[in-house]
């Protein structure tokens, strides 16, 4: 069984995770979208509850692919090894591949027990356009080259923060049902 971990703060889960959750479900059984808690660089604004049902809203669509909250549980900062620990638990038999960025590659070296991590593991990297990767010692990843929208949580929280934002510069950045889910919480309004 070949099991793919996307984590991240997903705070709002826009069009370009949906991408990559669908690039990854066509060369995997199941893969697990898991919101963070909170990880060791940030803290989303939205509570993590409703960072949850956003991505049932925006992946429930897809077959294989499953929303978990096994970070979330935990009620503290998030370490990949840690859900990757739990996760081996519960899918003995898988094997697991975690979905990062490039961005991510280069600090794969500093992250929490990455020897251990990178027994366990394979990295999926998936590949920005003008991206080097870096040689790493000891970690096993697979380069993926998908085009991904130009978005980012940051710029749809920024979007809706300004009062002039319109309704249709949201609808590029992320699904209709999320939108609504933002509009009814009053979610990153100021």
């Not at 499953?66 to 081996?88: G, L």
């Not at 899918?91 to 600090?107: F, N, Q, W």
């Not at 020897?115 to 000891?138: C, N």
């Not at 993926?144 to 002039?164: C, F, G, K």
Request: hydrophobic fraction near 40%; charged fraction near 20%.
């Amino acid at each position: 069984m070949i099991l793919h971990l996307f984590g991240g703060s997903f705070d709002p889960p826009h069009y370009g995770h949906l991408a990559v959750a669908k690039y990854f479900s066509a060369i995997s059984d199941l893969v697990l979208i898991s919101p963070l808690y909170a990880s060791n660089d940030k803290t989303p604004i939205a509570p993590s509850d409703l960072r949850v049902q956003m991505c049932e809203l925006a992946f429930g669509g897809l077959g294989n692919v499953q929303v978990t909250s096994i970070d979330i549980e935990r009620q503290s900062t998030t370490y990949t090894i840690d859900t990757v620990f739990d996760i081996q638990m519960a899918y003995p038999e898988a094997e697991i591949h975690v979905v990062v960025g490039s961005d991510a590659l280069k600090s794969l070296p500093t992250w929490k027990d990455i020897s251990e991590l990178a027994s366990r593991v394979i990295f999926d990297v998936v590949m920005r356009k003008g991206f080097t990767p870096p040689v790493q010692s000891g970690i096993h990843f697979t380069l993926h080259e998908l085009a991904t929208p130009d978005v980012s949580s940051s710029a749809i929280r920024d979007l809706i923060h300004r009062s002039s934002a319109e309704n249709s510069e949201l609808e590029a950045l992320t699904t209709l049902e999320v939108r609504e889910f933002i509009r009814k919480n009053r979610l990153y309004h100021p």
